[in-house]
C-alpha cells in the first residue's frame, strides 16, 4: 500500500523518515494505523525543471535528468521511456557511422517540446489542486469541459502520450504520428504492425500494389513488408484519416513517410532518418 501525505510546512535537505510519516498521520487522521516497516519513503515538490538543451556534443540527457515535475498524471516514467526510445536507434545509426551527427539534434527537437507540455499540464494540475473558492470554481469549471468528448480527448491523448505529434513536415495525418497497431494479411499469414517493430529496426509497409516500391539502397537497413489491410485508420484525437497505400515506420514507431500511391519522397525520408544510400 502507498501513503501520499502534504508537508504544511517546506523543508529543505534531509530524508524522510518513519517518524515522520507517523506524525503526519496522526495530524491528518488522529492514529498512525501503526505504521511500520516501509519499503520506501520519499519526499518530493511541485517543483518543475527541464534542461535546456538535450545535447550537448556527447553529452544526451534523457528521463528526469532531462525533466520533472510533480507526479500528478503519472507521467515521467511514461516520457522518459519515450525519449530514451527515441534517442536508442539514431544513437546506434550515429554511432555505427550510418547517419551523421546531426541526426541526434532531433532527438531534442522532438522530445523537448514534449516535455515542456507535460510540465505545463502538471502545473495546472497542481494549481488546480488547492483548496480556495475560486480554485473549486475553476476545476468545476474544469470538470465540465472534461465532460465533452472533444477536451476529454485531446487531454487523455496528451496525458497518455498517444497523441504525440512530431512536426516531419505537412502532408497526410499519420505523418509524425505513432503508427497505429494494426492487424495486417501478409503471404505468411496474420501479422501485428507492433511485432515488425521489436528488433528496433525501420520498416516499411506497402500496403498497394506488391513490389512496386524500390528501396534496394537501402535494403541492408530498411525492411520491406508486402501486406494488405483494408480496415479503418484510426488515430488518438483525429479519429478515421485516410488509408495510406504505405508508410515507412521508424524503430520508435512513428511514421517517417506517407505513400499515397507515388514513391515521391520517400528517398529523401530514407536518407533524412536512416543514412544515404548505400553504393
Ligand atoms: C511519488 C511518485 C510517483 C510517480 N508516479 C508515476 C506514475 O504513476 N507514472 C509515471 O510515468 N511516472 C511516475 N513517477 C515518475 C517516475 O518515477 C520517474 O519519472 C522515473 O522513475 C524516471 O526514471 P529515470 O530512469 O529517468 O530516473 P531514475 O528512476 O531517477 O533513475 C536514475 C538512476 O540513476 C542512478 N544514479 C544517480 N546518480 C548516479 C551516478 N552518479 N552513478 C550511477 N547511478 C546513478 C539512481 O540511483 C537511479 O537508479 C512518479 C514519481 C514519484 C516521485
Redesign the pocket.
Known amino acids: 500500500m502507498g501513503v501520499?501525505l502534504t508537508e504544511r510546512q517546506l523543508t529543505i535537505g534531509g530524508e524522510p523518515t518513519l517518524a515522520d510519516l507517523s506524525e503526519a498521520l496522526v495530524a491528518v487522521y488522529g492514529t498512525d494505523y501503526g505504521v511500520h516497516n516501509p519499503t520506501w519513503i520519499?519526499r518530493?515538490t511541485d517543483v518543475t525543471r527541464q534542461a535546456a538543451a538535450y545535447r550537448d556534443r556527447r553529452v544526451l540527457l534523457?528521463?528526469?535528468?532531462a525533466h520533472i515535475h510533480p507526479?500528478m498524471g503519472?507521467?515521467?516514467?511514461?516520457i522518459?521511456v519515450q525519449d530514451a526510445v527515441n534517442l536508442g536507434w539514431k544513437l546506434a545509426q550515429v554511432v555505427k557511422l550510418i547517419s551523421p551527427e546531426s541526426l541526434l539534434d532531433s532527438y531534442h527537437t522532438e522530445r523537448h517540446p514534449i516535455a515542456a507540455r507535460v510540465l505545463r499540464n502538471a502545473k495546472a494540475q497542481v494549481a488546480l489542486r488547492r483548496m480556495d473558492a475560486s480554485t473549486k470554481a475553476l476545476n468545476d469549471t474544469f470538470a465540465e469541459l472534461l465532460s465533452m468528448d472533444e477536451p476529454r480527448k485531446r487531454i487523455a491523448a496528451e496525458m497518455s502520450g498517444l497523441g504525440i505529434h512530431y512536426d516531419l513536415g505537412v502532408g497526410h495525418p499519420l505523418l509524425g504520428r505513432r503508427m497505429p497497431d494494426l492487424d495486417l494479411a501478409t503471404a505468411s499469414g496474420p501479422v501485428r504492425v507492433f511485432s515488425l517493430l521489436h528488433d528496433a529496426r525501420p520498416v516499411l509497409l506497402n500496403l498497394g500494389e506488391p513490389g512496386r516500391l524500390d528501396i534496394a539502397p537501402w535494403a541492408d537497413r530498411v525492411r520491406q513488408i508486402e501486406a494488405g489491410y483494408d480496415g479503418p485508420w484510426e488515430l488518438p484525437v483525429l479519429g478515421t484519416v485516410a488509408a495510406p497505400a504505405a508508410v515507412l515506420i521508424r524503430p520508435d514507431g512513428y511514421v517517417a513517410w506517407v505513400g499515397v500511391g507515388t514513391q515521391q519522397g520517400l528517398a529523401e525520408a530514407l536518407t533524412i532518418w536512416f543514412g544515404p544510400p548505400a553504393s
Open positions: 501520499v520519499s518530493f534523457a528521463g528526469d535528468a507526479p503519472g507521467q515521467g516514467l511514461n522518459g
